[in-house]
């Protein structure tokens, strides 16, 4: 009996050992993948999308993706960037109905990227891109883990009523929280509605607490208080712009320190 729980144990502490290569093996591939890609998003501005030179560095993305879903096939991250290639690049081989197959697997399985992406698409209705959901539903997903893209689109909509019900409260508090993460055009965006007068009282973030920790939340009502000056609170916001090289978080801020000069 003892020399079966021995084995069992073995056998799984060796099944853990696998995944966990296969994990690091796909992750490695992943890393690789999208190094190359990084190569391509440096010159593409620049060239022509379907430039042959491009053509080493699409493939070598697409191999190491491609690579990566064969050590590991639940690797969101191997899945959401071979489906942008699909998708979005002019890869020799690339295929849409793939490309869009694969961005529904990794946002269905949790991968917040993904999940923005999909939302984002399905909203500007791409052909190509078709689920079940609303565009909604996946936006949201990934605001509940605070992706930054998602949070400022999210923050649009309420900002403007588009899809949701108009709410300035909650557009404020997803502008807020994508500023943090460093978003240029979230901390414009608060940035500007501050300046109009808009504030964020604790009764205007209501919906959001039980996604927020006990610490989270007191620096938050800490940093909303209405004492604050709204000037040097948008101040900050368009500095957070600024150092992410936003001309428009530069010109905000010019535009301040003529306005205290003058005062």
């Excluded at 923050?155 to 409260?169: C, E, F, P, Q, R």
């Excluded at 997803?174 to 109009?196: M, V």
């Amino acid at each position: 009996m003892k020399r079966l729980f021995l084995a069992k144990a073995l056998h799984s502490l060796n099944l853990h050992r696998g995944m966990h290569s296969r994990n690091k093996k796909a992750m490695d591939l992943v890393a690789k993948g999208w190094s190359a890609l990084q190569q391509v998003d440096r010159v593409i501005d620049a060239t022509d999308p379907d430039d042959y030179r491009l053509h080493p560095y699409l493939r070598t993305a697409k191999e190491n993706f491609e690579l990566a879903l064969e050590a590991d096939n639940m690797n969101t991250h191997a899945k959401y960037w071979l489906a942008k290639l699909h998708l979005d690049y002019l890869v020799p081989g690339a295929c849409k109905s793939i490309g869009a197959a694969l961005l529904v697997e990794a946002a269905e399985m949790g991968d917040p990227d993904a999940q923005y992406d999909l939302g984002r698409r399905l909203r500007d209705k791409e052909t190509c891109v078709q689920s079940d959901q609303q565009p909604l539903y996946y936006i949201e997903k990934a605001v509940d883990q605070l992706h930054p893209g998602a949070l400022y689109l999210l923050g649009a909509m309420y900002l403007t009523g588009d899809s949701v019900n108009k709410d300035i409260a909650s557009a404020l508090w997803c502008f807020h929280k994508a500023s943090e993460k460093g978003h240029p055009g979230a901390a414009i965006a608060y940035g500007s509605l501050l300046l109009k007068g808009a504030q964020s009282p604790e009764s205007a973030v209501i919906k959001f607490r039980a996604k927020e920790t006990l610490s989270s939340r007191a620096a938050r009502i800490k940093s909303m208080t209405i004492h604050e000056d709204p000037k040097e609170k948008a101040k900050q916001q368009f500095q957070v712009a600024a150092k992410s090289g936003c001309d428009l978080g530069l010109q905000w801020l010019n535009r301040l320190e003529v306005v205290e000069k003058q005062e």
